[in-house]
């Protein structure tokens, strides 16, 4: 596996992994265009890793928050704090509910079509549309709409659905302000993407590496993870600026036209 194509593949889940444009569609576009229809499990774990780091650094003020706040839960005060990390307690057990019996029953590998995940991405850049066209725009988040979110996070098990697009699309359909909506987004994907990482890491460990497309080093790991680190970081930014001054149609337009390029390759491939 060439370091370009690792880079590539750092680059494309970095930028991805938070947009709400579904990573899943672009990796899948990237095996069907490049020689490597799969990766070793370590690469799977370095990814995830350097987009999780990043996600912590650029908020991690807010993680700060969510860590005094689990301690005034435990002091039994309600704080702002104390209400975040609640909401974020409250809106990540669907996710991992969903994602257990799709893992257990071997469900993913099932919906991991390029067909399937061209017409999810497409009907769910809609839903954006939809929900973003709310007039109202608050910046708490209540614990009703986490309960909201949360079920709706659990359906970005399916490919294409996009875990940002889909926790950012509930979160202003419930009328929340867009760059809170991001913000609660970015803050429920640590507990996600680190229990990714958890059964990614298990994985390799179970295949071994035998299961390896080529065998990888320690210095191809901290590559991935480094530039993985850096997209995230960047894309973070980018998004949340873009979110100030736009909105989220340049992502919603971004998805139909990713939906038609996918339609593309699946009728002339």
């Known amino acids: 596996m060439s370091n370009v194509y690792l880079l590539l593949l750092a680059f494309v889940q970095g930028v991805t992994e938070f947009l709400p444009i579904s990573s899943s569609a672009h990796l899948n576009l990237l095996s069907l265009l490049s020689d490597f229809a799969t990766q070793p499990q370590i690469i799977n774990v370095a990814v995830h890793c350097g987009s999780m780091f990043a996600v912590i650094l650029y908020f991690r003020r807010d993680i700060i928050g969510c860590f005094y706040g689990g ?30 019996i799709f893992i257990f029953f071997d469900i993913v590998d099932l919906v991991r ?19 973003d066209r709310q007039k109202q725009t608050r910046q708490n988040i209540t614990q009703y709409d986490s309960v909201m979110i949360g079920l709706a996070q659990a359906l970005a098990v399916i490919p294409g659905v996009s875990r940002s697009g889909i926790t950012m699309t509930m979160a202003r359909y419930r009328g929340i302000e867009s760059r809170q909506a991001a913000r609660f987004s970015m803050l429920l994907s640590v507990p996600v993407i680190s229990a990714a990482t958890i059964v990614e890491s298990i994985k390799w460990q179970i295949a071994g590496e035998s299961h390896y497309v080529a065998r990888v080093d320690l210095v191809d790991v901290g590559m991935v993870i480094i530039f993985s680190f850096a997209a995230a970081y960047v894309s973070i930014a980018f998004m949340l600026r873009i979110l100030e001054k736009i909105g989220f149609m340049p992502f919603i337009i971004y998805r139909i036209l990713l939906s038609v390029i996918l339609f593309f390759f699946i009728i002339f491939t």
């Not at 079509?113 to 929900?131: D, E, K, M, R």
């Open 71 to 100: 301690l005034d839960i435990i002091q039994g005060k309600n704080t702002i704090h104390s209400q975040m990390i609640k909401c974020i307690v409250i809106a990540s057990p669907p996710v991992f509910f969903l994602g257990a």
């Open 113 to 131: 079509t390029l067909f399937v995940i061209a017409v999810v991405n497409f009907i769910f850049a809609l839903l954006l549309w939809y929900a």
